[in-house]
């Protein structure tokens, strides 16, 4: 786990990942200039209240909050641009360490499509059932490890999925993610701490993507060895 968390860290540096990282950061902020530059010319144009000094310092405050904001959501839109460039990441990964492996698997639309909404309703089943749970551990300061535990749990087997999927059938996946799911989750736990890092979670979707590679190879090896 450390080993391939290393190597992750180590190719970074790698153009093709460099790149990803940069065109999720440019997109991120363009839209976020593109925000604010919206929320201001509508402010600019239309008034609040009739007294002036009112009216003038809603905007101010509305600015500023448009301003900040964004701020907070800035790694998931840089998160979401890149999502789609991942499997380059993979691509990459697969090019430095693993040269000796064949071509990844082409992903029928319906497969990624079933795919997504599968784990879209495994999510919101999830949080569902960790309502009550959420709850009783409110008041005791204990939510960050259910919440590490669930984010854990959901990014493993997204970006696993995402790995493992490029080697093997669907059938195979599920099964390999059963058969070690304690590994996975673990790796996902990591995945969640390098969300939770401001600035290193701007990195966060290249990294895990490599990391989760490195683990899903590794399982995958280790499975047809035995």
């Known amino acids: 786990m450390i080993g391939a968390l290393w190597k992750a860290l180590a190719q970074l540096s790698d153009p093709r990942l460099a790149r990803v990282l940069k065109l999720g950061v440019l997109g991120a902020l363009a839209a976020y200039v593109a925000l604010v530059a919206i929320i201001w010319t509508v402010l600019a144009n239309v008034s609040l209240f009739t007294n002036a000094w009112a009216d003038w310092s809603s905007e101010l405050a509305i600015g500023a909050l448009a301003l900040v904001l964004p701020i907070l959501f800035f790694p998931a839109l840089a998160t979401t641009i890149m999502g789609p460039m991942l499997d380059g990441v993979a691509d990459a990964v697969d090019a430095r360490h693993y040269p000796h492996l064949a071509a990844a698997r082409p992903q029928p639309t ?23 749970l959420y709850g009783i551990l409110l008041f005791t300061g204990l939510t960050v490890l259910l919440v590490t535990a669930i984010n854990g749990y959901l ?9 493992a999927l490029r080697r093997l059938e669907p059938a195979m996946v599920r099964a390999l993610f059963k058969a070690r799911l304690g590994q996975v989750w673990l790796a996902g736990v990591v995945i969640a701490f390098l969300f939770s890092v401001p600035l290193l979670n701007l990195a966060a979707p290249v990294i895990a993507a490599a990391f989760m590679t490195h683990v899903a190879e590794t399982l995958r090896m280790r499975a047809n060895s035995v």
């Open 155 to 163: 990014l493993g087997r997204e970006y696993f999925e995402m790995a």
């Open 110 to 132: 319906t497969e990624v499509i079933l795919g997504t909404l599968r784990f879209l309703a495994l999510t919101v089943i999830i949080n569902l059932a960790a309502l009550p």
